[in-house]
């Protein structure tokens, strides 16, 4: 991967993604040559995007991505492409339906979405909320049944 290529992923992010003000995008990556450029060093700041670097020799670092990956090899790979946009048709609806709308068990069962925007916690109130309107009307139905 060379440098043009993750400013022009990044820019491309930041065409399609509507970011909060109040909490500016990071950049988690691993130490290869177009991450430590000076090229892009300069290109971030520009963008006012903060640039974390994983520990060298440490893959863990980057085990959500890593995680990610998994995920949409697993899915993408149920069919067969028989030209570069269908499958790059495919990835998109896949990095949509992964960030919007499936539930990850290690965000609480919420979507990345929910967690970047800062909805989570709302949400979490919400279930926590029908969660014990449900067990005081279970308790009262089994109570009237005795």
């Known amino acids: 991967m060379k440098v043009i290529d993750v400013k022009n992923t990044i820019d491309k992010v930041l065409f399609t993604v ?4 109040n909490r500016p995008p990071k950049l988690l990556s691993d130490n290869g040559s177009c ?3 000076n090229e892009l060093a300069a290109y971030l700041q520009e963008k006012n995007i903060h640039h974390v670097r994983g520990k060298p020799l440490h893959p863990q670092t980057q085990g959500k991505i890593e995680r990610y990956h998994r995920s949409m090899k697993n899915v993408v790979t149920l069919d067969n492409y028989f030209s570069p946009g269908q499958l790059a048709v495919k990835m998109e609806e896949f990095v949509k339906y992964y960030n919007f709308q499936r539930y990850h068990e290690s965000l609480e069962n919420l979507t990345p979405s929910d967690v970047y925007f800062g909805n989570g916690q709302k949400k979490l109130k919400q279930r926590k909320l029908i969660k014990t309107e449900h067990y005081k009307q279970e308790k009262n139905s089994s109570k009237k049944i005795n």
């Open 18 to 21: 509507e970011l909060p003000e």
């Open 35 to 37: 991450y430590i450029s």
